[in-house]
């Protein structure tokens, strides 16, 4: 079933009130990064995307199938973000044409089928109390995903001097601890957080500016999604 152009959604499994959540964020996030719906392939629970993501990584990248724990997933997550790695140089070729024809670049966002609205919301309040992450809502945890999604879609990571402008911001403030745990984890939960408050610190603010003058670049230089590899030659000068 297709849900705001998002190909593939199967939330039959999940509660329908954190589905109408995951909506309502979704919405948010395509109207401020349109090109988004080019991106993100699949919306489901935790072993629907994963094994979605397995098939395409096997049969079009041939990639080995990723092993996930899921009883150890379910432990800790109640969402997140799985994609394939296509960083090889040899797959570009074959990638553009495959999100000429199919979108293939396949980024799936996952949500815990066993966690019903409650058990998420104590979850959450949790979260909150004890000053784990800056994701105390729904909401923020889709806009948390959609931050790894757009790390990786406009290579912020990989962006030497972002790099280093992040790993400062990182050694200079007192932030909670998962979004301290990676710097992939600090930019999704310092975006997750400037979608609901942009001026919250100066952190958050830096890296939510970033990512939409990164996009701004991107919808400018790719004006269709298949051509990302030029975006990271004339923008990031990223070696391929």
């Known amino acids: 079933m297709e849900i705001f152009g998002i190909p593939d959604c199967n939330l039959s499994r999940i509660d329908y009130r954190i589905g109408i959540e995951i ?28 094994e979605k993501r397995n098939i395409v990584a096997t049969k079009v990248f041939n990639q080995r199938a990723v092993k996930y724990d899921l009883n150890s997933l379910y432990k800790t997550a109640s969402f997140c973000a799985a ?37 998420l919301k104590y979850m959450l309040r949790q979260y909150k109390s004890k000053n784990t992450t800056y994701c105390t809502s729904i ?10 999604v757009l790390s990786r879609m406009l290579c912020i990571e990989k962006n030497g001097v972002t790099l280093a402008k992040i ?29 609901v408050d942009q ?8 890296i939510g500016k970033s990512i939409d003058l990164f996009y ?11 051509s990302q590899d030029l975006y990271k030659e004339k923008i990031l000068k990223i070696e391929r």
Do not use: W
Request: proline share 3%; aromatic share 18%; net charge negative.
């Open 23 to 50: 909506f309502s964020a979704l919405e948010v996030c395509f109207q401020k990064y349109p090109l988004l719906k080019n991106v993100i392939n699949c919306l489901g629970d935790y072993p629907y995307v994963l």
């Open 83 to 119: 994609y394939l790695n296509v960083d090889d140089p040899r797959n570009y070729e074959k990638l553009n044409t495959l999100m000429y024809y199919n979108r293939l670049l396949f980024s799936g966002i996952c949500i815990n089928e066993k966690d019903s609205y409650e058990d």
């Open 139 to 148: 909401r923020q945890c889709i806009y948390h995903e959609v931050g790894h």
């Open 167 to 195: 790993n400062e911001l990182m050694e200079t403030g007192d932030y909670p601890r998962y979004t301290m745990s990676s710097v992939s984890e600090f930019v999704a939960d310092c975006f997750a957080k400037y979608m």
């Open 199 to 206: 001026n919250f610190n100066e952190a958050v603010n830096t």
């Open 216 to 226: 701004h670049y991107f919808e400018k230089t790719c004006k269709d999604f298949y």
